[in-house]
């Protein structure tokens, strides 16, 4: 048996498992700039980490006035955002490492997101990584995205295992809100330092305020490996 056994773990993708959130700037700059909006900073950007493409472009649609249909801006958004995602998206070599040494264990893995399942795919493709996270749900399959549990309760379904066995990975604070509110336990790896403190990260089980810089495969498995010892049976 192993030292996980009964627990799973669940990545949320963009942020966490790869660096995709200059690909996803880049995109929504490049659909808005379209539509005459052509002031769109990574400041304005960073409001978005976390948030599905949809909800994204639903609040665009209020905050500059446009007339153009959500479906059409997501169509578009999506569209550059796979072109630059097949191009080049990064996995961090740690989190790959994780990955890695879960698998090596047999643990249940799952990639809940709130990309489309296109991009999802391809990024896990492109990376490697669908060769150890063959389990994914996408925001778009389930009826609303973070910071509602509903990803990270579909992705616990497939795997066949309890809420309350079950440990997400995320880099935003609506992710980690969506965790608690699941009933799982969370390790919080901030993508953005500034928003170390915000209070969606206050329920998680570890937060890492240094993020990706901070984290390291064998201390996350050490963690998750003291977690299961001290849980009630």
């Known amino acids: 048996m192993s030292e996980l ?68 801006l997501l169509a578009a958004t999506n569209l550059r955002y796979l072109a630059l995602a097949r191009a080049s998206t990064p996995a961090y070599p740690q989190m790959r490492a994780f990955v890695e040494l879960l698998a090596a264990e047999s643990v249940p893995l799952a990639v809940a997101s709130g990309s489309s399942p296109e991009a999802i795919e391809a990024i896990l493709v492109g990376t490697g990584l669908d060769a150890f996270l063959r389990t994914v749900v996408s925001a778009d399959e389930v009826a609303h995205g973070k910071p509602a549990p509903d990803v990270f309760l579909e992705a616990a379904r497939r795997l066949g295992a309890a809420p309350a066995d079950c440990v997400v990975l995320e880099d935003a604070a609506p992710g980690a809100a969506a965790a608690h509110a699941a009933g799982m336990r969370c390790i919080a790896v901030p993508y953005l330092a500034a928003q170390a403190d915000d209070p969606g990260f206050a329920a998680a089980d570890l937060v890492l305020p240094g993020g990706q810089r901070e984290f390291t495969a064998r201390a996350a498995y050490d963690w998750l490996v003291r977690s299961a010892g001290s849980r009630p049976r």
Do not use: C, K, M
Not at 19 to 38: I, K, M
Not at 50 to 58: A, E, K, M
């Open 5 to 72: 056994d009964a627990i799973a773990v669940i990545f949320d993708l963009d942020g966490t498992l790869v660096d995709s959130e200059p690909n996803y700037y880049e995109a929504g700059r490049q659909t808005l700039a379209e539509h005459g909006v052509r002031d769109f900073t990574w400041a304005d950007h960073e409001r978005y980490v976390g948030i599905s493409t949809l909800d994204t472009v639903i609040h665009w649609r209020e905050l500059y006035g446009l007339s153009t249909p959500a479906d059409e």
